[in-house]
């Protein structure tokens, strides 16, 4: 076991505080990483919060995790001290199922998350990248293309395989018309994919001001959703739609926007239920799907797509004495689109809160 | 144009009465068929009955047609007099768009359906098929194989299509869990096929006492849907669900036990809206979609297959002169599994209604 520097909060109504963590010492198969950038997702929030239920105090958010080798186990293979690497939202599975198998350990019902999930080698919580040091199994840790910006790479550990994953399911390519509705992390990157993929991309937003921004970044065309007339247009057109809203919204407007046998997918998750209307899924075989970031494998193809083609998160670079702020801005979604923390600044930063968070490794 | 007896509807409330209506001359690609059975369809009740708006009076209903063919169009290559042959919801469609050209005529957006849908030939609306005679383009009769019981054959050209459909495009098979949620005229038919995919099948049910039923058509395992311990069993496990309720349901306690990939498709038309949580989707990639009977090509396929496994409805034959009541016991779901009309009835009763629909057909 040795000491990590982290940034943690107490209790759900705590800022983010400077403290020390335990980390295990490495196993055969452990590689150690010294954590450079880490983006800032939402369901950080959420879980620091405790939005969703559940959250295990102190909790070190932080599942976008680009950084560098500082230590291998004698066991690893795959990696070596000094290379770049990622780690996204998993940090272990059992490896064994069917899912493990096919490479969808994001399926798998022992997965283990990167943070706020039980430890089977600490046997207390895991803790995220808010930190100067993380320790995961190399099953668990991705090769980052050379050619990528890493404050913009730390985004795709989750951000991007959430967009990439259901696009590469659905058969996103050359001659498909793609939708994606609202442009914060999520949709900036279904975005990117999408355009990358050849296909002909329209972005729905509630704010016309927004129009330019997503040209910017790929579009074809933008649709402002509150406007009728603008959505019939694109009536029963749509091979699929990537649906990143987390916020309440009209559901059945999009699916009807859907065309023969076209899916619609959510990866943003409005914590109220969506009313679907049938007559919305019947007439030409449409689909309403969801979906959930995407297996190692998969996560690896992204990356290596992301080098091919140069793809990277759009990010504000923030020091980790700025996260209770960018934390406020986020619910205002003012940030484009990303905030990804430089870590070098959290080497700078005296520990001022001891090793209170021990206690809590050990439950 | 000639006259032919039937059985319509004067208003929603009227209730169905014999009359006479025109019937078209046949075009060079015309097939006459003398009706042996008809089907009757929940559609046909709410289209009588204007529940679901733009029903135009006289109406005429039935899509589930069992025939002689009596006559043909000096153009038809396909069908002889004498041959037994099917229409089933569609009379037409524009043949020429990508929809029409992949077999899916259902989705072409100039379909005809078989009643009360605009007729191009005699400018009127189409009547169905409570009749003694219909008068169908050969793109739109199906093949009857020999060995099957013609009275039950009849509701295979809506329940048996609208069941067999979304379980081929969803590859329902040998070694795949499938659930059938309804145990009426669709869901019996959804057991046989999964039955006869080789699927493991569950019906699910809110009436214990169907399970000795849903046993005999073939169901592996029934759960009674009320009971949350029997659902609990069953969590994370199912490959497909078809969902054949018309009535409001949770939709999300049948999602959670789809397994990872998992689809559940509607073909009940519940008329508001479901409840939808995202978290029912996202875990796992699962799917809510919608399907609607099927292509022509398919629709032949079915038929087939049916042959093959000797497949029917399980039906109570009735004579036209009971349809009415044959509505109400359809409301209180007491008939095992389909009505089907004998028209041999029809013949023997004179028409007293006069040509007074002859108006109607002009508009």
Not at 216 to 224: D, I, M, N, Q
Request: charged share 20%; aromatic share 6%; glycine share 10%.
């Amino acid at each position: 076991m040795y000491k990590a520097k982290a940034y943690a909060a107490e209790s759900a109504s705590s800022p983010l505080e400077l403290t020390t963590i335990p980390r295990r010492d490495l196993t055969e198969t452990d590689v150690q990483i010294e954590v450079l950038f880490c983006g800032i997702c939402h369901s950080d929030l959420h879980m620091v919060r405790d939005e969703w239920g559940g959250t295990v105090y102190p909790i070190v958010p932080g599942h976008e995790i680009v950084g560098r080798v500082s230590k291998t186990g004698p066991a690893v293979t795959k990696f070596r001290t000094g290379d770049i690497v990622g780690v996204g939202c998993m940090v272990d599975s059992d490896g064994t199922c069917a899912q493990c198998n096919a490479g969808y350990e994001n399926n798998c019902d022992n997965r283990v998350l990167t943070y706020n999930s039980p430890d089977r080698h600490s046997g207390g919580v895991t803790y995220g990248g808010y930190s100067d040091s993380v320790v995961v199994d190399e099953r668990f840790v991705l090769r980052i293309p050379p050619n990528l910006d890493l404050a913009g790479t730390a985004p795709l550990l989750c951000a991007g395989i959430t967009t990439y994953s259901p696009m590469r399911h659905w058969g996103v390519s050359e001659g498909k018309k793609v939708g994606v509705v609202g442009l914060g992390g999520l949709g900036h990157m279904g975005v990117k994919f999408a355009r990358a993929f050849g296909a002909h991309v329209v972005v729905f937003t509630t704010s016309p001001h927004k129009k330019d921004h997503a040209l910017k970044l790929g579009s074809h065309e933008v649709v402002v959703s509150s406007s009728a007339d603008e959505m019939q247009k694109h009536a029963n057109s749509f091979d699929f739609i990537l649906d990143t809203v987390s916020a309440p919204h009209n559901v059945d407007a999009y699916l009807e926007l859907l065309g023969p046998n076209g899916t619609m997918v959510l990866v943003g998750a409005p914590p109220e239920p969506l009313s679907v209307s049938a007559f919305s899924l019947i007439p030409g075989r449409r689909s309403l799907a969801g979906s959930n970031i995407g297996g190692i494998p998969e996560t690896q193809e992204m990356l290596d797509f992301c080098g091919k083609h140069n793809i990277t998160s759009d990010v504000e670079v923030i020091p980790v004495q700025d996260v209770n702020r960018a934390y406020e801005r986020l619910l205002k979604s003012d940030v484009k689109y990303r905030f990804s923390i430089d870590m070098a600044s959290l080497k700078q930063q005296e520990a001022t809160a001891s090793a209170r968070v021990e206690a809590g490794a050990a439950r």
